[in-house]
């Protein structure tokens, strides 16, 4: 059965209407998938902000925990990447809605292919210290305790749809084309391959940049999902075990 891949979808991004519109396309790619998945993969940042408390989890996603709930209850496989907007996840997904969560690159086999995928942050950063000590930071158990206990959840979602915001835009390609975007990630690809040349990787699934490509080099393939805002790319893994990436226009 088809195996499904998306990433950077940013629910509760921009404007009250703008999110709407990105919720409903995304639902509706759902239900176009879901139809005859086998399993879907979301590769990250699929919340544009997300954070647990014990007893609290932030409004406005109830249509799509509703829909990932019924899918896997259907007793189609959810893969759940945290990304660099929500790496915070917390048991609830798992719990409520049937979730499998990977907080890391992982090498997964679908199809009779292997597959490496990762959100794509922290990954080609060595010469950025600053940014390494940041994700570091925020990563912190002990970090994500202490606001947990001593922040007020209005207060905290507040501050995290600033913060997610800020690094949204900071993180825009502007002019640069996607090659260009992407040109880090398939290097880290490359090594990794080079590395592992014992157990190939047959596919490399990459989120985070914003940019969709579908770039091969011999036996190098890895793609990069692109984001929901405008024009949502996806990917599919048949039956064969081809990864092919696709516009999502309806």
Known sequence: MPVYFASDVHLGSGGPAAARAVERRFLAWLDFIGKDAGAIVLAGDIFDFWFEYRRVIPRGYVRVLGKLAELTDRGVRVVFFTGNHDMW????????CGLEIRTSPQVMTFNGRRLFIAHGDNMQIDGQPGLKLLNRFFRSRVLRGVFSWLIHP????RFGRWWSGRSRKSHRGG???????T?????YARSYAAAHADRPIDHFVFGHLHAARDFRDGALHTVHLGCWDERPAYAVLDDAGELTLKRFDR
């Open 89 to 96: 996840t917390g048991p609830c997904l798992a719990r409520e």
């Open 154 to 157: 209005d207060l905290f979602v």
């Open 175 to 181: 002019q640069a084309s996607a090659e260009a975007l």
């Open 183 to 187: 040109a880090p990630l398939i290097e």
